[in-house]
């Protein structure tokens, strides 16, 4: 992302009087903007019994927040930990699969300009528009069904809803590949191609190294997704199956204890920890990966 | 030659056939699901027609969700777009610490929308009540949650500190896109900073508008997570002499539609989201592409 500096000077808002005002204007924005957060570390930190007498003011003993969170992590109704591992790998298998899979067939529809190519090509482009909520509950069962007449278990499986998550991710990743790899000089492959290179190898040991920054961004829009995801997750695994991800573990947590704040906020915080933590690292390339897959 | 079809083929496999299993053949099968008796329980689907359609207009629920649907589309976008927009120029402007606020801003798109129900959820119904109930204001006593009136505006509050600070990266993109010139030539020529904003930024981001309002358009009509740990639909309200859930949007009617069985009904409503879907996004962004043209 290119740094807001250039342009300032040019036409913003000058005067000291005024900037000082926006200046303060933007420190109680950012600071309502935050409170939310705020509010949940706070009443982490605390008993139920304290939250219900005031849920405003500052714990009376931080080490309540560890009480807490080992509460969670110990608790008999929802294997938070199990959840936590399970959410990972599904997000971590579907990136690998749509990133490899979605550029290899992007890569193809660029460079063979056929009625078909282009055919396979606005399908996938078309399909975007459908609501998930078409397509849910027919899924449910033709996975059913075609999975008992292969011999493939694809409900309550991370292969299973990793395939599913391959279907739902490909298009858009597919289109943010094609944009991309049109600007690659088709020189550079044909170079590779007299030097004897095979066509597969041509991709992987030239093209895909180049689609390094796209990737980066195909990984943030689908990781960013995934990881949050709720529906999908709900419908294939269950919500007391034996594959569990995090958004199904806090709505079964909250379920299970219902009102008892002190609980469901910790295993709020334990849900978002990971991606703020991974955010403040990777700030720079989410926020360019976001604009990226948005404007295409 | 022979070879390359073997990997052209190859290569589009793995894709094409996710593509083929997870979405052409459930979207075929839910087009016709939506003309049948099933329920979810039997195996046996037979074909009914139009009827679960023709039902639908009298069904006072679901004519609730879609109407308020609507209303809170209509809501969310102007939230959203009027708040990221104000973002946008502020992160844009001299302020100190500016690209600090822009990644601040953001952090709530990060979350998900389960996780951030249960957190507004907790907030406004006992951080805001107990600081109306402490202070002693009226308004504040009563969760702006369990009043009908209140709670599709609520949920687009919710929606839009979400959302806002994902719409405002597009708008900064598009105004750092702007040539430097264009604005230099407007402060020679003495415009203020309302025409500056009104009369060069905002047409020059029509292209912008249309990719924010699409997808703030997509999203709100689309709203299920949020609404399912913010809400869970309620509270209770009437219509057409109904009982219907007042913040029940239409993603969640079909959940629980489709919870109690009612599965063919839950596929004809998934049906018309589809439809009004795709008809009214088509026309939001023909209306922009023309607009970007004329300006």
Known sequence: MKDTRQLNSKWQVSGRTTLAILEVFTIFLFILFMVPFGMVVLNSAKTSKEIIFNAIALPSDWKQLGVNISLIFNNATVDYLGAFFDSTLITLFSLIV???????AAWVLVRNKTVWSTVVFLAFVAAMV???????????RWLRVSGSFFGIRLLGTIPGIVFAYLGFGSPLSIFIFHGFI??????????????????????????????????????????????????????????????????????????????????????????????????????????KGMVEGSIK | MKQSRVVNVLFLLPCVFSFIMIIIVPFFFGLYYSMTDWNGISNVVTFAGFKNFRNLFSSADFLYSFLITIAYTVINIVFVNV???????????KVKRRNFYRAGFF??????????????????????????????????????????HTV???MAAVNTWQYAGYIMLIYVASIQ???????EAANVDGANYSTRVFK?????????????????????????????????????????????KASQLLAMDIFNTATANRMAEAQAKAVVLFVVLLVVSLIQVTVNKRKEVEM
């Open chain 2, 107 to 148: 952090v709530p798109y990060l979350i998900g929308g389960i996780v951030l129900g249960y957190i507004w959820q907790f907030i406004l119904n006992n951080i805001l009540v107990s600081i109306g109930m402490n202070m002693s204001i009226p308004f504040l006593q009563t969760s702006f949650l369990s009043l009908p």
């Open chain 2, 177 to 183: 896109s702007i040539p430097a010139s264009l604005m």
């Open chain 2, 200 to 244: 060069i930024l905002i047409p020059m981001m029509a292209n912008a508008f249309t990719i924010s309002l699409f997808l703030t358009l997509t999203t709100s009509f689309k709203q299920f997570d949020m609404n399912l740990t913010l809400t869970n639909g309620g509270p209770a309200t009437r219509f057409l002499d109904m009982p219907v």
């Open chain 1, 98 to 104: 749509i990133v490899i899979f979605s550029s290899m």
């Open chain 1, 130 to 140: 459908i609501p998930f909520q078409v397509l849910m509950y027919p899924l449910v």
């Open chain 1, 182 to 287: 049109k600007n690659i000089p088709y020189e550079l492959e044909e170079s590779a191609t007299i030097d004897g290179c095979s066509r597969g190898r041509t991709f992987f040991a030239i093209i895909f190294p180049l689609l390094q920054p796209i990737i980066v961004t195909v990984l943030i829009l689908n990781g960013i997704w995934i990881w949050n995801d709720y529906l999908l997750p709900l419908l294939l695994l269950g919500s007391n199956g034996v594959v569990q991800t995090i958004p199904i573990a806090v709505t079964s947590f909250a379920g299970a204890y219902l009102k008892q704040w002190d609980l469901i906020l910790t295993s709020t915080l334990i849900a978002m920890l990971p991606v703020i933590v991974l955010y403040l690292f990777a700030q720079r390339y989410i926020i």
């Open chain 2, 83 to 93: 708040v990221s927009f104000g973002l946008s120029l502020i992160v844009t402007s």
């Open chain 2, 152 to 154: 599709i505006w609520t």
